[in-house]
């Protein structure tokens, strides 16, 4: 990380580096939660926020060299320091990059960053937050629930006849 304040991913202020929570929300801040503005592997500017789950933070990042965007995945603050967790996001990355299909992200490179945390870039798509969406329209119709569901499956099934098991 470069300079001595970072864009809060919560609020969108400028905190110290030393912030440990979020002055607004009060949410833990770690290291992979101060990344916006910085470059990793002298490459990719990490730009936003783009999610955050149980096995990470992702990230909207621009190649400087390309100017293509990518999403950057790094590992969750929770689970950094455990060398099980960290072997299971790089297996993670080695199994989604030997698949080709429609319904999977391609994922095109992975590594640590200066300071050691573990990443995976992918292909960046746009869309529609699903759970946003049926959060403000409050259900989907049968249809459109059904080709969801259908091209979820397609996706799963290239996975399982790679003979990868997916624990999500």
């Known amino acids: 990380m470069t300079g001595s304040t970072f864009t809060c991913i919560y609020c969108h202020q400028e905190h110290p580096l030393n912030t ?22 002298g490459k990719l500017r990490i730009e936003k926020l ?5 096995m ?4 909207e990042s621009v190649h400087l060299e390309i100017g293509r965007r990518f999403a950057v995945k790094f590992l969750s ?15 993670e990355a080695k ?3 030997i698949l080709s299909h429609k319904n999977i992200v391609d994922v095109v ?8 945390l573990p990443f995976i870039v992918m292909q960046f798509l746009e869309g529609e937050d699903l759970q946003k969406r049926v959060a403000e329209t409050g259900s989907l119709a049968i249809r459109e629930a059904a ?10 099934e290239a996975v399982h006849s790679a003979r990868i098991i997916h624990r999500d």
């Open 20 to 41: 440990s929570r979020c002055p607004e929300t009060d949410r833990p801040l770690s290291p992979v939660h101060k990344l916006s503005s910085t470059v990793i592997d």
């Open 50 to 54: 783009i999610g955050e789950g149980g």
């Open 56 to 59: 990470g933070v992702i990230y």
């Open 77 to 91: 603050p929770a689970l950094g320091q455990s060398k099980v967790a960290y072997e299971r996001f790089r297996r």
């Open 95 to 97: 199994a989604a990059a």
């Open 109 to 116: 490179d992975v590594g640590l960053t200066g300071e050691g």
């Open 147 to 156: 080709g969801i569901i259908a091209q979820t499956l397609e996706g799963l």
